[in-house]
């Protein structure tokens, strides 16, 4: 069944996919039998409430140099990220020359804004390309898995971080006592650690089930933050909830007792518990409703091909690894999903095997509908394609409920 990576409680199983491909690994179309696949299985720990996988593959096989995601692929994320590098500055005014380490800093959305700022910075990453484009951008790599080993080689060369950041990369970290002894020992007395990751409430609220794949190990409630910090005496001393991939936590993490907590740590916790987040059975409840999307999904795009539409994806996303995969929606189905990303584009996406094509291909011409896997960047690509809707084009949606629109 699998113990608690935090706590080691045995943990409720509650939502299982079966056989997964990688979410991020997209196949050339001549080695599609060289496919790695787990089982994507999902618990929740009734002592700690920590929600996470049951089993994970190995780092190195999930994050290898050629890692294709880019953190700055849309407008929006250039956006958040430019505007967290200015609140990391201002938190690091104690330090007469501030250090901020970035873990997972990808091709450098963030920490390009501090490098041109002169703002003393490492980004740590084991994605070699998107390490060598952050390059690009003036941004000090340490191309590497961050681990004790590393924050200490980090601050006996460089000094104690005054701040520690890491966006989507926390719960990426199956070794989650590892990774935060390695950033209680790198952080200055002073320093604060702000990290960003999905949050179990919006998953829950949206049913978005896509958000489960491999390199989301865990499902950060800030009740379950608390209790895997207690071990570094760290503490969470306020939150902020993004906008962003579908609804994120945001936690500035501080030592015990150092400064106040703030009224929105205490609102959250409460709503947490209100929302049934800690609880058995309404987790289950979200595992019902999970398996109703997938069926209606996989109705839908059926009935849309019965009667003759052409269905494109839009965006190539990791999340929509778990869709396809987990509906059954191959390229019998969606004829091709188009996608910005250059690391993609030619090859068949994870397990489903759809072409992945550039952006020029979804007008060349408009589909009669686009299943949009990119459903946390809507605003953007809708406002993008207003083309598509003007010509009559509609969007298949399946968060927070299957759905077309315009209807
Ligand atoms: P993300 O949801 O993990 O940020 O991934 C978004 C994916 O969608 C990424 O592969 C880039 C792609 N994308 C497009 O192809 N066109 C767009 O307009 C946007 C915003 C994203
Ligand atoms: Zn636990």
Known sequence: MGECR????????????????????????????????YDLAVGACPACWMVQLVDVPPPEVV????????????????DHFAA??????????????????????????????????????????????????AHEYGVDVLEAFFDEEVAARVRDERGPADV???????????????????IDGLLDDEGILVFEDPYLADIVTATAFDQFYDEHVYYFSLAAVGRMLEPCALEVFDVEHLDVHGGELRCYVGRKGRRPVSEAVRRTLAAEQVSRLVDLDGLYDFSRRVDAVRRQLRE??????????????????????TVTNACGIGPELVEFVCDSTPEKQGKLTPGAHIPVRPPEAFA????????????????????????????????????????????
């Open 63 to 78: 994050f290898p140099p050629d890692y294709p995601y880019r953190s700055s692929a849309s407008q929006r994320m250039r």
């Open 300 to 321: 839908l795009l059926e009935e849309l091909h019965a009667a003759g539409r052409r269905v494109v994806g839009y965006g190539a996303t990791a999340k929509s690894a």
């Open 364 to 407: 060349d011409p408009y589909p009669d509908y686009a299943l949009l896997f990119a459903w946390n960047h809507a605003a953007e690509i809708r406002r993008k394609e207003h083309d598509f809707e003007a010509g009559g084009g509609r969007w298949v949606l399946y968060i927070p409920e299957v759905a077309i629109s315009p209807p």
């Open 84 to 133: 967290i590098a200015s609140r990391l500055r201002r938190l690091a005014r104690h330090s007469r020359d501030p250090f901020v380490v970035e873990i997972g800093c990808n091709d450098g959305a963030m920490l390009r804004t501090l490098a041109r700022a002169g703002v003393r910075h490492l980004g740590v990453d084991p994605a070699a390309g998107a390490a060598s484009t």
């Open 6 to 37: 935090v706590c080691n409680a045995p943990l409720e199983l509650f939502l299982s996919f079966g056989r997964m491909p990688l979410a991020d690994r997209f196949v050339e179309p001549d080695r599609v039998a060289d496919e790695y696949l």
């Open 164 to 182: 520690v950041y890491a966006a989507n990369t926390l719960c990426h970290i199956a070794d989650l006592h590892g990774a935060l002894r390695a």
